[in-house]
């Protein structure tokens, strides 16, 4: 690993990070809500740290960047945005110490949307608004931010992109990388500004709109009421957001093709078909449990139920409803959706449908090969044979996404929390989901978990958005030997 240009990298970052304060800065200024001091330090530390490394390593002739070189970026790169992310709110004492702190601003950047603040409505504008920003730049990735508008570090650029979106197959939309990193940006802000509109129209304030399109776009789940989306008590917003959920969930390839005059796209991309599939029976089957026995009307209970699958299962995390109100049936089916995620190439989190897919193939394949022991056969994605490495890959995936979530539950009921607070707890954090039930339920938070716990799940959070081996393979004795 060359430790000078992982440095320099992370400097930049660093700084970018800092010149972002800006605008809850400018927000915290107009509304004059006391906290314009405390992001000015912020930025001003956090702009100072980011020139510091970077001066320190100005003299690096390294161009080229080697794998090992972008997993150490990236994974510096999160870890470093959490700590400095936490500075707005230490300064402004938005919460209680230097651990909440943390996991508010990583919960942010990982696009988990667990937070440990009682009174989000008592939170001034500007923290509400770098709440919302965090989960936007951690949506996309910050790294690949980074890749399209600085191109004039002269790096390498594709080891960074395959450590920061490390699905199964890395899907370049342009020649080069840079190309492609800016515009998985330019469609995301797109959809987002579309969003936006779309809400005010529905009679929702500028900031409120605002904020909730940069929650949904990278399927955060920040809300600035403390109720989430179920404070508008609002039909029409509820299906602008599932709708907007679900086109976060679904590959940005793909909303690249479609604006590029593919309409059919989505109906003929295999992974999109099973995971539109997944979604409508998940719906249909909360319906009508939660009809007649939680809501009279038909009508409603769509509604909630469209909006908590789609939230779950994109790992949004927004709340319209109490679902742990709701029949064991419908608390089960979210639970499984806190697991299958939504598709690759999306913002969302868990183990993402194209994995699902080709492990249900592989399944299938070792049965067939039982019947008929000389037949030849591959599992196909698509029309296309998957090589045996990404099958591999995916299998090793699932291992330690499963091991993960047993070890650090077992940890959580050690630290006195109850079965399905555990459990649910670790859930929603690896699948940077957020809500989850018990303990952490739809109505309540993570304020009540004990400090050691809190960092098991900052753990999970990065482990989860970065799909743990970008982060796991630092840990192996191997990375470090030259």
């Not at 490394?53 to 945005?81: P, Y």
């Not at 008592?122 to 923290?127: A, D």
């Not at 390839?253 to 003929?268: E, N, W």
């Amino acid at each position: 690993m060359n430790f000078q240009i992982v440095m320099r990298f992370t400097g930049i970052l660093i700084f970018f990070l800092g010149l972002s304060m800006g605008a809850p800065l400018a927000v915290s200024f107009l509304f004059g809500d006391n906290c314009t001091q405390s992001f000015l330090l912020a930025m001003a530390i956090t702009c100072f740290l980011g020139i510091i490394l970077f001066a320190f390593t100005k003299n690096q002739k390294e161009k080229q960047l080697s794998h090992r070189d972008g997993m150490a970026i990236v994974t510096l790169g999160w870890i470093m945005a959490g700590l400095v992310g936490a500075l707005p709110y230490l300064f402004s004492g938005a919460t209680l110490g230097f651990t909440d702190a943390c996991f508010e601003s990583i919960s942010g950047f990982t696009t988990t949307g667990a937070s440990v603040i009682a009174d989000i409505e008592s939170l001034p504008e500007g923290i509400l608004l770098w709440r919302s920003l965090t989960q936007w730049l951690g949506g996309m990735g910050i790294i690949v931010l980074s890749i399209a508008i600085l191109p004039f570090l002269g790096i390498g650029g594709m080891q960074l992109y395959k450590a920061e979106i490390p699905s199964p197959v890395v899907d370049k939309l342009k020649p080069r990388i840079s190309e492609t990193a800016r515009t998985l940006w330019k469609i995301y802000l797109l959809i987002t500004l579309l969003q936006v509109v779309l809400l005010l129209g529905g009679g929702m304030g500028l900031f409120d709109a605002v904020c909730h399109a940069f929650s949904t776009m990278p399927t955060g789940g920040f809300s600035t009421k403390n109720a989430s989306i179920a404070q508008f008590n609002s039909a029409y917003f509820d299906f602008v957001i599932v709708i907007f959920m679900l086109l976060a969930g679904i590959n940005f390839s793909l909303h690249y093709r479609l604006l590029k005059g593919d309409l059919k796209i989505f109906g003929k991309d295999s992974e999109c078909r099973v995971f539109l599939i997944i979604v409508g029976v998940f719906i249909l089957l909360v319906t009508l449990d939660i009809y007649g026995d939680v809501y009279n009307s038909l009508f409603q209970a769509f509604r909630f139920a469209a909006f908590q699958v789609s939230s779950i299962i994109t790992t949004t995390g927004f709340v319209s409803a109490d679902y742990e109100r709701w029949p064991d049936l419908s608390q089960l089916i979210l639970l499984v959706c806190m697991f299958l995620g939504a598709m690759a190439g999306s913002t969302g989190g868990g183990i993402k449908t194209v994995r699902i897919i080709l492990m249900v193939k592989q399944g299938y394949q070792q049965v067939f090969r039982i019947i008929h022991p000389h037949a030849v056969t591959t599992v196909k994605l698509g029309g296309k044979p998957v090589s045996t490495e990404v099958l591999a890959s995916i299998w090793g995936f699932f291992f330690l996404y499963m091991g993960l979530f047993v070890v650090s539950s077992l940890i959580m009921a050690a630290l006195g929390l109850d079965f399905m607070s555990a459990l649910s707890s670790v859930a929603a954090s690896i699948g940077n989901i957020g809500p989850g039930f018990g303990l952490v339920g739809p109505t309540r938070n993570y304020l009540e978990i004990p400090e050691a716990g809190k960092w098991v799940l900052m753990s999970c959070m990065l482990l989860g958005r970065l799909e743990i081996y970008t982060v796991i393979v630092l840990l192996a004795p191997e990375y470090w030997r030259r």
